[in-house]
């Protein structure tokens, strides 16, 4: 666990840059059959956001190899920090849900992602066993993927999966597009994305446009319109400037 989430590898290859997030996994053994999934479809990238018990036994054991994944995990508090150096987040869901953002196979994301990133690095987040991720924690992320199992008997565990996934991702370096894609400016990454949409969010509750109390779906599409334009760095923060000039001319009225 030497490394910080900011010095994660910014290699060519996509999987190079992908880092699998799991969110407050229950049982250490789904997180050993995660790492294992990753490595055979060469990921290597785990940070786990507080998990109930790692290291422990049983996640080395389901590992069948992938010790390495596991040792070089890192492990955080919040679901912000472990995405806050990526230009693309995005989560899974296993129910249909009204989401504002897109909700696709995890073929279309890999394809989107690796057509998208540039050299970016890029997050995909899994939820809890039981209950997955949370709309809150959607909302940090740009796509979310559904896995289209049948209708049924859905039910799929955290290794398998991840594995879909990183297969998915797989294909999507193999195919080549990513490294096909001209070098330009980087994207806004996770921690600027939020900060802008807290900033915004402030701004419109000044100015009365925003009602915390009866927020209604506007959080939800401000999260979209932020998330899903792929804005770069200079673009967020030309955003961010626009932002202050109001907030300093609302303090001098």
């Known amino acids: 666990m030497s490394k910080s989430l900011n010095e994660l590898s910014s290699a060519a290859t996509l999987l190079a840059r992908t880092r699998i997030v799991l969110v407050e996994t229950s049982h250490p053994g789904n997180i050993g059959a995660a790492a294992r999934a990753m490595k055979t479809m060469g990921l290597r990238q785990l940070v786990l956001v507080r998990p109930r018990q790692f290291p422990a036994a049983e996640a ?47 073929r279309e994301a890999a394809e989107w992602a690796a057509a998208q990133a540039g050299d970016a690095q890029v997050a995909i987040v899994f939820g809890r066993e039981q209950t997955g991720l949370s709309n809150d924690e959607l909302r940090l ?48 990454t996770g921690a600027e994305l939020a900060g802008l949409i807290a900033h915004a969010k ?34 967020a923060q030309i955003l961010r400037g626009f932002l202050t000039a109001i907030d300093e001319a609302l303090a001098e009225t």
Not at 83 to 94: D, P, Q, S, Y
Not at 155 to 162: H, K, R
Not at 213 to 225: F, G, S, T, W
């Open 141 to 188: 992320c740009q796509r979310a993927i559904r896995i289209p199992t049948a209708a049924d008997f859905s039910s799929l565990n955290l290794g398998q999966a991840v594995q879909i996934c990183a297969y998915e991702w797989r294909l999507a370096d193999l195919s080549g597009v990513a490294a096909a894609l001209p070098a330009s400016e980087p994207l806004a």
């Open 202 to 235: 402030a701004t419109m509750t000044r100015v009365g446009y925003l009602n915390p109390a009866r927020p209604k779906r506007l959080p939800d599409r401000l999260a979209r319109l932020v998330g899903s334009g792929q804005l770069r760095h200079s673009e």
């Open 60 to 106: 080395t054991a389901r590992a069948s190899g992938a010790d390495d994944v596991l040792a070089q995990a890192l492990v955080v508090d919040t679901l912000a920090q472990a995405v806050e150096a990526c230009g693309i987040i995005v989560g899974t869901t296993a129910r249909p849900r009204y989401l504002e953002w897109p909700v696709t196979p995890p």
